[in-house]
């Protein structure tokens, strides 16, 4: 069967690899039919040194298609049922896996696609536990978002920094993938939302999907606008995930108390900070990282519900890697994703 898989740095390749065998008592095959690419395939594809990995390695961390045969005691999937995956190898044992906070497990292998072999190939076994049904009305390539460019956004908005109906948030690069999810869910509930677009072009497109303000940083700075924007007293939340760029600027753009939630540091992973103003505006830091596997189901029941996600373009297999340049040189505007 076909997969994509890593050989070195910058180095891929679409191969032949054995096809798996039946799944085990508790497993589910599943045959991919979707992959939604992100910056983790894009880092992964760079050979990012802290990736400690065995190559080849299949890649791919986000992904969806529908149950080719399932295992002994398998008892929520059949056989064509259409579904996504959680992209971690967890335990299932630990304390936090218990309580349902996978992304907390004191086990974990690794991600897929990135530590260990990931979603692109043909067919894959899966722990039943490790898959969640996609409703009706979900097509593939929207459902192939939910467990990152979805489940993610669900996560740092309402399970870190508990967004509030009404309450006012900056997004920061509104036309990325979580960055559009997050631009919809807090309009969903009636937030006032300001963003920062590297063009006008995006800009339209952001206020588009519901931004009530919109910030063009490479002409301005984004947090002197969203001062004057809020008259000086700041927003409630910020969604932060492009690191050390944006950092200081983001906290200054919070109201006192404010909240502010960060899941990447695509822009750099060292920053300084002042300490004195973070205690005396009283400032609470989130750090999250992927999501629960409820929040890809709570994700996907908005995606059933009409939320769906934004995606830039779809390519064939093998036009993967039109869609990681596009990724790469930030063209995008919301997802990629590649089709098998």
């Known amino acids: 069967m076909r997969s994509l898989q890593l050989f070195g740095d910058r180095d891929l390749r679409i191969t032949e690899i054995d096809t798996p065998p039946p799944p085990a008592p508790g497993e589910v095959q599943v045959r991919v039919k979707a992959l939604a690419l992100n910056f983790l395939d894009v880092w992964g594809f760079r050979g990012m040194a802290f990736a400690k990995r065995k190559m080849p390695q299949a890649v791919g961390v986000e992904a969806s298609g529908e149950i080719a045969a399932v295992g002994e005691g398998v008892t929520r999937f059949k056989a064509g049922d259409p579904v996504t995956m959680y992209g971690a190898e967890t335990c299932g044992h630990c304390a936090a896996c218990r309580k349902g906070w996978d992304n907390l497990c004191e086990n974990v292998a690794g991600i897929m696609g990135f530590h260990i072999d990931g979603f692109a190939r043909e067919l894959i076994n899966r722990p039943e536990r490790l898959v969640i049904p996609v409703p009706k009305g979900v097509s593939f ?166 939320m769906t996600p934004v995606i830039d373009a779809v390519f064939p297999l093998d036009e993967f890697r039109q869609g990681l340049e596009r990724l790469e040189g930030r063209k995008v505007f919301g997802k990629v994703v590649v089709t098998f």
């Not at 459902?143 to 948030?169: R, W, Y």
């Not at 931004?211 to 008259?231: C, I, P, Q």
């Open 141 to 306: 390539e929207q459902a192939a978002c939910a467990p990152i460019g979805f489940g993610t956004v669900q996560h740092m908005l309402f399970d870190n920094a508990k967004l509030e109906p009404g309450e006012s948030i900056l997004v920061h690069a509104g036309g990325s993938g979580i960055g559009t999810a997050a631009i919809k869910m807090a309009k969903a509930i009636g937030c006032t939302v300001y963003t920062t677009v590297g063009d006008d072009e995006k800009g339209e497109k952001a206020k588009a999907l519901g931004a009530d303000y919109v910030v063009n940083y490479r002409t301005e700075r984004f947090e002197g606008e969203v001062r004057r924007l809020t008259k000086r007293k700041g927003v409630d939340v910020v969604f932060e995930h492009v690191g050390a760029e944006t950092w200081n600027g983001s906290l200054l753009c919070l109201k006192r108390g404010g909240r502010l939630v960060t899941c990447g540091s695509t822009s750099g992973v060292s920053t300084t900070m002042n300490l004195m103003q973070l205690f005396q505006q009283q400032y609470r830091i989130f750090g999250s990282f992927g999501c629960r596997i409820e929040n890809i189901s709570q994700s996907l029941d908005k995606m059933a519900q009409g």
